[in-house]
């Protein structure tokens, strides 16, 4: 069966009333038949039948043995390091999304645990990086903004080899485009914000586990800790990966048109997206992406903050917002937007130099899209443009 298919009919036709859609189950807790008896839900942070639907389903569509929902992807990050104890470290992606970031060093660096950042694009990079005590390898392929892509398949291979769980952050390309887990992860995180909700309307994390005892340890560490997605939030993300497949194929569509016209033109300096045959990592994109997703970086000639602002604010399809994976286009400048509290030097460093601009490419039509960003970068070569 095929892929849309099979999303579109996994999701269970209510057996009490045959509702199509799955019912938004608004309820804190359940009337129990006798003292411990109950039909498999007791109280609504443990489990709650939408949400189920939900794990369920990202369970089926990652490939993993067991699915779990959170309140936001940080809230999913944060359930999987609470695996970790003091003394524990973490090799993870240097150009890692900038919540994690946050997270693992103002959070969890004070509990103990000790983050080795290394360019993973090399796996020699990460094999050097592993310590005995290291317990997670932490990917992001392709990563936010510069579109670094890491081979998964031979990380998992070093990381096991060392005893410890490769988890990877799969926000960028949904697991329409690549199964982290069908490639040796053990764990899958995803911002469902993005691609997987897909409107720009709701906040939600997910987890997808290979490994049923894993994925149980964490499920454990979700009711626990308590950070879970209420059943609105969860029908809507349901209803967002209902229209997933075709959504990643026209966001696709559109950023390979956008990255092509954007490198034809001579105000830009350099574009990033991994479906371009000039893309440092092309090949290994080509092996395990199934498409290339949405999202295109470029930097301009004029390589300053007040070029790129004239850009960023001359687009008029392309809206000034932070986050991706929506319908609607977005543009983002990096240095003065999601990258603001990095110092310049360590900003640079990482490739996120001043006129960096990150597209994320929504479904709109193909030819509007590039008209929109031809426009604003003819008004970047306006002599009489002031901020160009
Ligand atoms: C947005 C994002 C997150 C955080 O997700 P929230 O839903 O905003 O908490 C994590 N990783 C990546 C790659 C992201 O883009």
Same mark, same amino acid.
């Given at each position: 069966m095929q892929e849309i298919t099979k999303i579109i009919h996994s999701l269970p036709v209510d057996p009490l009333?045959?509702?199509?859609?799955?019912?938004?189950? $608004?309820?804190?807790?359940?009337? *129990?038949?006798?003292? =411990? !008896?109950?039909?498999?839900?007791?109280?609504?942070?443990?489990?709650?039948?939408?949400? $189920?639907?939900?794990e369920?389903?990202?369970?089926q569509l990652e490939h993993g043995q067991r699915g779990l929902a959170f309140a936001s992807g940080l809230a999913a990050i944060d359930c999987v390091l609470k695996l970790l104890g003091a003394g524990d470290e973490i090799v993870a992606v240097d150009d890692i999304y900038g919540g994690s970031f946050r997270l693992f060093t103002h959070v969890y660096e004070k509990f =103990?645990?000790?983050?080795?950042y290394t360019d993973t694009t090399d796996a020699q990079n990460v094999l050097k990086a592993l310590s005995p005590r290291t317990r997670l390898v932490w990917l992001e392929s392709p990563t936010n903004p510069t579109l670094k892509v890491s081979d998964i398949e031979a990380i998992a291979r070093y990381t096991h080899a060392a005893g410890a769980l490769l988890v990877v952050d799969n926000t960028f390309c949904s697991?329409?485009? *690549?199964?982290?887990?069908?490639?040796?992860?053990?764990?899958?995180?995803?911002?469902?914000?993005?691609y997987l909700a897909g409107h720009s309307?709701?906040?939600?994390?997910?987890?997808?586990?290979?490994?049923?005892?894993? =994925?149980?340890?964490?499920?454990?560490i979700q009711n626990a800790s308590g950070g879970i997605l209420g059943p609105w939030d969860s029908w809507l993300t349901i209803r967002g990966i209902e229209t997933l497949p075709?959504?990643?194929?026209?966001?696709?569509?559109?950023?390979?048109?956008?990255? $092509?016209?954007?490198?034809?033109? !001579?105000?830009?300096?350099?574009?990033?997206?991994?479906?371009?045959?000039?893309h440092k990592n092309h090949d290994v994109a080509t092996r395990q992406q199934r498409h290339f997703g949405g999202v295109v970086s470029f930097r301009l000639k004029e390589d300053s903050i007040e070029?790129?602002?004239?850009?960023?604010?001359?687009?008029?399809?392309?809206?000034?917002? !932070?986050?991706? =994976?929506?319908?609607?286009?977005?543009?983002?400048?990096?240095a003065t937007m999601t990258h603001k509290s990095i110092p310049a030097e360590k900003r640079h460093a990482s490739g996120v130099s001043d006129s960096l601009i990150r597209l994320s490419c929504g479904i709109e039509g193909a030819q509007d899209l590039v008209q929109d960003v031809l426009q604003a970068l003819s008004v970047c070569l306006e002599p009489a443009a002031t901020d160009c």
């Open positions: 009333t045959g509702s199509i859609s799955t019912p938004v189950y $608004q309820t804190a807790t359940f009337v *129990q038949d006798a003292p =411990g !008896e109950h039909r498999g839900f007791d109280y609504a942070r443990s489990n709650n039948p939408t949400r $189920q639907v939900l369920n389903l990202i369970a =103990g645990v000790k983050i080795t697991p329409a485009i *690549q199964t982290p887990l069908t490639l040796g992860a053990d764990i899958v995180i995803h911002s469902a914000t993005k309307d709701v906040i939600a994390g997910l987890l997808a586990i290979r490994d049923r005892e894993l =994925g149980d340890r964490l499920k454990f075709l959504r990643i194929e026209a966001h696709s569509r559109n950023a390979l048109a956008v990255a $092509q016209a954007l490198q034809a033109h !001579e105000a830009v300096a350099e574009v990033f997206y991994p479906g371009l045959p000039t070029a790129a602002r004239a850009f960023a604010t001359a687009t008029s399809l392309f809206k000034l917002a !932070e986050s991706l =994976g929506g319908v609607k286009s977005l543009v983002c400048h990096p």
